[in-house]
């Protein structure tokens, strides 16, 4: 095969290729392993990450919590060490019975670990999404992905009538649903 030959038909190809590869966009970036959860409930949900920077592999991953996200703990993870800022909420959150938290968990950091651009791997956090929220809302989950040589920040907050697709570096997130039938 003539090698200069293959690289014209992949150059030819290439805006083909982009254009096919443009739906799954989103599932190759940093997401979450659901679309949706009910306030004033438990909330365990995974980072998945889908690919490096530009072939280079993953070596650390920060998360920020947002408002609302209360009670956060990380799920340990064989490789990597676990970092947690802990800080005040914006307001007080009712959590399980009459309890009341003020500060707690903001932000995770998984580190020293090294994840290669052509492997998959998840974060797990958990935590209790607060009562108070509104159902119908997105809430969003910015995450830095550094790598060997290179970051994504996924930290793109889509606006009003805009989606993930729109953005290049969108921030994960989830669709608030209304509080289920009975709280445990
Ligand atoms: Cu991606």
Redesign the pocket.
């Known amino acids: 095969m003539n090698p200069k030959m293959s690289i014209r038909m992949m150059l030819a190809a290439a805006p083909l290729i982009a254009a096919l590869m443009l739906p799954n966009?989103v599932s190759?970036?940093v997401t979450l392993d659901q679309r949706e959860a009910p306030v004033g409930a438990g909330l365990r949900v995974a980072f998945k990450v889908?690919?490096g920077c530009s072939g280079s592999p993953t070596v650390r991953l920060r998360v920020r919590i947002p408002d609302g996200l209360i009670a956060v703990k990380p799920m340990p993870k064989s490789g990597w060490q676990i970092e947690t800022v802990t800080a005040k909420y914006d307001k007080p959150y009712g959590y399980f019975g009459n309890a009341t938290l003020t500060e707690g968990v903001r932000e995770v950091v998984w580190s020293g670990g090294k994840l290669a651009d052509d492997h998959y791997d998840e974060f797990v956090i958990s935590g209790f999404l607060a009562a108070s929220m509104t159902p119908g809302m997105m809430l969003y989950l910015p995450v830095v992905q550094e790598c060997e040589t290179g970051v994504h920040r996924w930290i793109e907050i889509p606006t009003a009538g805009k989606s993930a697709d729109d953005f290049k570096e969108p921030a994960p997130g989830l669709k608030l649903l209304p509080r289920s039938g009975q709280a445990h």
Do not use: L, P, R, V
Request: no cysteine; proline share 0%.
């Open positions: 966009s190759a970036h889908g690919h």
